[in-house]
């Protein structure tokens, strides 16, 4: 079982920076592929970034790539997600997202994440 707690959301104007933490419980959290989502009100939930347990394979939304970068301190049990260059259009609840298997051409699936976290907001003003 594996417990997931984001932090790090608020309120900035465009062009500010951001960065979101994920921290887990478990002992085996260096195993898990770890991810990012989002969901804007009235919209699906997509995929924001991942990264594998290793830390050398990261994956990005076109959307934010360049703008956002995923990494993982697994000695901390933390994944981070530095959010630079925020736009409106980043206005969003973001969630964490653990997954024990996952292929990479699965990575974008949030419905291929087995533990989830309660989510933290991120609004960006014009």
């Known amino acids: 079982q594996v417990q997931l707690v984001e932090s790090g959301g608020g309120l900035v104007q465009a062009g500010a920076s951001l960065r979101l933490s994920c921290a887990a419980s478990g002992r085996t959290f260096s195993s898990y592929t770890m991810g990012w989502f989002r969901q804007a009100p009235g919209k699906e939930r997509e995929f924001v970034a991942a990264i594998r347990w290793s830390a050398v394979n990261t994956y990005y939304a076109d959307s934010v790539k360049g703008r956002f970068t995923i990494s993982r301190d697994n000695a901390k049990n933390t994944v981070y997600l530095q959010m630079n260059s925020l736009k409106p259009e980043d206005t969003a609840e973001y969630y964490c997202?653990?997954?024990?298997?996952?292929?990479?051409?699965?990575?974008?699936?949030?419905?291929?994440?087995?533990?989830w976290g309660q989510g933290t907001q991120v609004t960006v003003s014009s």
């Open positions: 997202a653990a997954s024990q298997n996952i292929r990479t051409s699965q990575i974008m699936d949030g419905r291929r994440y087995d533990y």
